[in-house]
């Protein structure tokens, strides 16, 4: 089984959905959860961080942690055209991350 | 502006003939790292550095170099260059104390 498990996609989702994004992980030892977005071209960029579970709000995004069943999500309200893009779950237990092979997301205006 | 810089952004270069993808950050950061990202199987981390003169292999070192002599510096050498490294290539660094990674905006090199 590998470390994190993340569905390449692609997921083509119309403008104003809201959209799920998930990741399952097989090592309990995992303490710290990210989610990443890179756009064609471009390096990963950090959009939430966070190390406990439940839910945390930035905004349109909403992240999730489920430490029990080894589940994260990533949600997504409103979504735009903007938002098209592949999104990366990484976690770590130290100083390694690991990281999901990510999905692709197309919001279809 | 805190960041990650890569350099060059772009390169195709033959078989064998040496190169060096230079990464810069100035953020003050102990950990750097490198990746390369293949179509299909994601990000892997090439080698990283734990600090000045602390370097370590990652999950797929064979075939590259490193050297941390400066805190802000981390290259990636590539001796002999094969096709089989022809992929997209990110620099990334961190602060000791969290866990979150920040990337440079990437190098796309191509070995004919």
């Known amino acids: 089984q590998k470390e994190v498990e993340q569905d390449p996609g692609p997921l083509s989702v119309p403008e104003g959905a809201i959209v799920s994004l998930n990741c399952t992980y097989s090592n309990s030892a995992f303490q710290y959860f990210m989610w990443y977005r890179q756009y064609s071209r471009k390096g990963p960029e950090l959009l939430m961080y966070?190390?406990?579970?439940g839910n945390k709000e930035d905004g349109r995004f909403t992240a999730q942690v489920d430490k029990s069943s080894k589940y994260i999500s990533l949600f997504i309200r409103d979504s735009q055209p903007s938002d098209s893009a592949t999104y990366l779950c990484?976690?770590?237990?130290?100083?390694?991350?690991?990281f999901g092979k990510g999905t692709r997301l197309h919001i279809l205006p | 502006e805190a960041q990650v810089t890569q350099n060059p952004r772009y390169l195709i270069t033959v078989t064998g003939k040496k190169l060096t993808v230079t990464c810069s950050q100035n953020m003050n950061h102990e950990y750097m790292s490198w990746y390369r990202q293949d179509p299909g199987l994601g990000l892997r981390q090439i080698y990283y550095s734990m600090n000045v003169e602390v370097t370590d292999k990652g999950d797929v070192p064979e075939g590259y170099k490193v050297s941390r002599k400066e805190k802000r510096n981390f290259p990636l050498i590539l001796e002999s260059p094969s096709p089989n490294q022809t992929s997209l290539y990110f620099c990334?660094?961190?602060?000791?104390?969290?866990?979150?990674?920040?990337f440079g905006p990437g190098t796309r090199l191509t070995v004919t």
């Open positions: 966070t190390y406990s579970s």
């Open positions: 990484a976690m770590s237990p130290d100083d390694k991350i690991i």
């Open positions: 990334a660094s961190k602060n000791r104390n969290l866990r979150v990674e920040y």
